[in-house]
T-cell receptor, first 113, second 112 residues
Framework: DQQVKQNSPSLSVQEGRISILNCDYTNSMFDYFLWYKKYPAEGPTFLIS?????DKNEDGRFTVFLNKSAKHLSLHIVPSQPGDSAVYFCAALFTGSARQLTFGSGTQLTVLP | NAGVTQTPKFQVLKTGQSMTLQCAQD?????MSWYRQDPGMGLRLIHYSVGAGITDQGEVPNGYNVSRSTTEDFPLRLLSAAPSQTSVYFCASTQSGGDTQYFGPGTRLTVL
């Protein structure tokens, strides 16, 4: 049973437009959420995170929104750039545990020039 | 700082062979983890360690062994390789009290 789900395997957007990547979770114990970006043949790199006590966190072009009641989070990238083309993984953890991340299956974002 | 390093980058094994995937970090992080990435399944936790001498199982530990004799190193051993262990393996580390995991570049393993 997947506790973190990314239901869209792929997403294509035009350069300059907004990219919205979605993630749902089922375990209400999760209290910290992260987004990782992964290029081919490289390890995932941390992008942005949000604690469950917040509903929004911004870092430049990247904003993560958290809706705890719906157990849903989303990553907004504005404006999208061709260099943003990568696989994006949503991950969640319970900070009372030994920092074990539970990952979603990833969304391949393609930004078209 | 080199960050998290993994060797080898690629490896081909025959069924039944054993090998060790190496992972090292130079950030003095206490937490280290091993994940495998399979198509359509994201990253799944194999084993993790909260400090030297302490290890525990993750979601998919069967067929793998770990030890943590130093803070820097966290090797992953495949005891008797099986085709189901064909995957990309990532090592990660986190500082004590931190929540962001830093990943190595990965090892692509093929078991024939």
């Amino acid at each position: 049973d997947q506790q973190v789900k990314q239901n869209s395997p792929s997403l294509s957007v035009q350069e300059g437009r907004i990219s919205i990547l979605n993630c749902d979770y089922t375990n209400s114990m999760f209290d910290y959420f992260l987004w990782y970006k992964k290029y081919p043949a490289e390890g995932p790199t941390f992008l942005i995170s949000i604690s469950s006590i917040k509903d929004k966190n911004e870092d430049g072009r990247f904003t993560v929104f958290l809706n705890k009641s719906a157990k849903h989070l989303s990553l907004h990238i504005v404006p999208s750039q061709p260099g943003d083309s990568a696989v994006y993984f949503c991950a969640a953890l319970f900070t009372g545990s030994a920092r074990q991340l539970t990952f979603g299956s990833g969304t391949q974002l393609t930004v078209l020039p | 700082n080199a960050g998290v390093t993994q060797t080898p980058k690629f490896q081909v094994l025959k069924t039944g062979q054993s090998m060790t995937l190496q992972c090292a970090q130079d950030m003095n992080h206490e937490y280290m983890s091993w994940y495998r990435q399979d198509p359509g399944m994201g990253l799944r936790l194999i084993h993790y360690s909260v400090g030297a001498g302490i290890t525990d199982q993750g979601e998919v530990p069967n067929g793998y062994n770990v030890s943590r004799s130093t803070t820097e190193d966290f090797p992953l051993r495949l005891l008797s390789a099986a085709p189901s262990q064909t995957s990309v393996y990532f090592c990660a580390s986190t500082q004590s009290g931190g929540d962001t995991q830093y990943f190595g570049p990965g090892t692509r393993l093929t078991v024939l």
